[in-house]
């Protein structure tokens, strides 16, 4: 049996330290890379993957492990345990002085996030759940457990800072959304599972490291994530795209009429 309590402290640790690394080279000159599918990647994205990577190899030997920026080793799929990992999720916001830029690392048992963590390095602010236990943040010190609003109804909706949408534009007209905030990376989900939107929908594709730690902690603060056909998401795939859009919720009586395509 998975000790709980211990991998949870170790994903906090890294995140925070792996967050302090990105702050080094944030607002710097620094060369940008390209990858294959035209995604934007720094030195601070690598900085962070490898040091997040070599914590969890010396702390947890014998457990899988998928992250954006290494070279996929697919033993991972024959393991009950797997860490996901983001070390730098919205490298655009990065790029760009945003601010709002966070580290995800996940972690899964055959294919379901049972643990997560979210750290917004600039904020200083730490979101975290675990199955079962709750979801909480820490914010200048102060533990605090989270829950999703209670709102229903005139709901805020959260939308990406960098990607857009011609299908979430008109989800946002024919649903009559009359509140938008614009965020940028998994904070979007941090926001939800906090209680400061009520929705937050993203079509097209996405990868698994993109949603594994913020899919946890929305449901552990009480939240709804799902795929856009309304079916859960698997973790730990051969492949690790996600094809489809996904949404959250803080209550199924929020859920909107998504347009066609």
Known sequence: ????????????????????????????????????????????????????ISGLNKAFPEMGILAEESADDLSRLDKRYCFIIDPLDGTREFIRGNDEFTVNIAFTEWGKPIGGVIYVPVYKELYYGWKGKGAFSLINGQEKRLHVSERTGDIRLARSRTHHSELLDKLIEINNIKNVIVAGSAYKGCLLARGDVEAYYRFGRTMEWDTAAMEIIVREAGGIFSGMDGKPFTYNKKNPENPQGFYLLNNEKNKLIIPVE
């Open 1 to 52: 049996m998975v000790d709980s309590d211990h991998v949870l402290e170790t994903i906090k640790k890294l995140s925070v330290t792996a967050g302090e690394e990105i702050l080094k080279h944030y607002k710097k000159e620094i060369p940008i890379e390209y990858k294959g599918d035209r995604t934007p990647v720094t030195k601070a994205d690598k900085t962070a993957n490898e040091l997040i």
